[in-house]
């Protein structure tokens, strides 16, 4: 009877690893998709898919939320360079993150709106449901933070 109950623990424990491993790995790293939030109007705005390419993580905009008054396709007419006049579904808006302890920095946000490019950091919170995406000139002080809701 012990021994049954010694494998049926044993069998569950193993069952629990395997499920719960891949869930916390996935909250672990910002990598996946996010419904951008804006700060002022407290709308979402978008879907940013978070990829990583040799532990570099860059993000585009795979979906948009637009009003139905709204440009439906919008262009970065404000964009500078190869953006310019570019379609903003699929811009890749960030760029250059690098994992720094717990967050990722050294990198680079564009805001489609205005056309302007920001320093860029972010920070998983709230167990990895959340992310902190805080846009800065020179330093982190001067800039705006949005949070960002992890999409299944």
């Known amino acids: 009877m012990f021994m049954i109950i010694a494998r049926t623990r044993t069998f569950l424990l ?3 690893l395997l499920i719960s491993t891949p869930l916390l ?3 672990e790293t910002p990598v996946g998709v996010w419904k951008n939030i804006d700060d002022v109007t407290g709308q979402a705005k978008a879907l940013i898919e978070i990829s990583a390419n040799a532990g570099v993580l860059e993000g585009r905009i795979v979906q948009l939320f637009r009003q139905p008054d709204e440009e439906q396709n919008p262009i970065c007419i404000k964009c500078a360079g ?3 006049d570019q379609l903003v579904l699929g811009m890749t808006i ?3 993150l690098k994992k720094d302890g717990d967050e990722w920095d050294d990198g680079a946000i564009l805001d489609p709106n205005n056309g302007k490019v920001y320093r860029c950091k972010i920070a998983l919170v709230d167990g990895g449901t959340k992310l902190e995406v805080r846009g800065f000139i020179g330093i ?3 800039g705006r933070t949005q949070v960002w809701e992890r999409q299944p």
Do not use: I, Q
């Open 140 to 142: 982190s002080l001067f």
């Open 25 to 27: 790995a996935a909250t």
């Open 94 to 96: 960030l760029t250059g």
């Open 82 to 84: 190869v953006l310019h």
């Open 14 to 16: 193993s069952v629990f």
